[in-house]
């Protein structure tokens, strides 16, 4: 992944993986995205926004969403329109959740995935979920608004074990 960045104002997270193989459940990853109140950054997500969820502004739409990882490109890709988000939110966590309706199924299972922050022709990070193969969700970006009202972008993958509501509940924990 790469160093943190300031002055983010329109990004896009991109998730790709193959489809399972012939006679197997489908590989089915969703990017989650939790908004955080300035006045509770740590505490509750204030909303998600998720294949089911949109953000109640419009400012957080998942574009493209993939039970399958059929098709060529990137399966899924929400866009996150920071610089129109109210200045009521300060922090903004994307995780990478697969479903477990089959079993568990964990990253190191399921062939090609990769996700990918970008800010317009720019890659802000890349990463293949190999640091976290074990896991069965990750956080893949994380966005703060610092005191001038400048969004500031953090890269890292950090792996969870669980299913996706309880991923979502707890996406936002700081674990360091």
Avoid at 108 to 116: C, F, R, W
Avoid at 128 to 152: I, L, Y
Wanted: proline share 4%.
């Amino acid at each position: 992944m790469s160093t943190p960045k300031k002055d983010i104002e329109k990004v896009e997270v991109r998730v790709k993986w193959d489809p399972s193989a012939v006679g197997e459940p489908a590989n089915d990853l969703d990017i989650i995205a939790a908004t955080y109140e300035a006045d509770a950054p740590q505490g509750s997500p204030a909303y998600l926004v998720h294949f089911d969820s949109r953000s109640p502004d419009g400012t957080i739409t998942l574009n493209r969403d993939s039970r399958t990882g059929q098709g060529f490109g990137f399966d899924e890709v929400m866009t996150l329109e920071l610089d129109r988000l109210s200045d009521a939110y300060a922090r903004v966590v994307v995780g990478v959740a697969i479903q477990q309706r089959d079993g568990r199924k964990t990253f190191g299972q399921i062939e090609s995935t990769a996700v990918q922050v970008r800010e317009g022709y720019t890659n802000l990070a890349e990463d293949d979920f190999s640091s976290v193969a074990g896991a069965t969700a990750a956080v893949v970006a994380e966005f703060v608004r610092d005191g001038s009202g400048s969004w500031g972008f953090h890269a890292g993958v950090r792996g969870f074990d669980g299913d996706p509501d309880s991923f979502a509940a707890e996406m936002g924990s700081r674990s360091d």
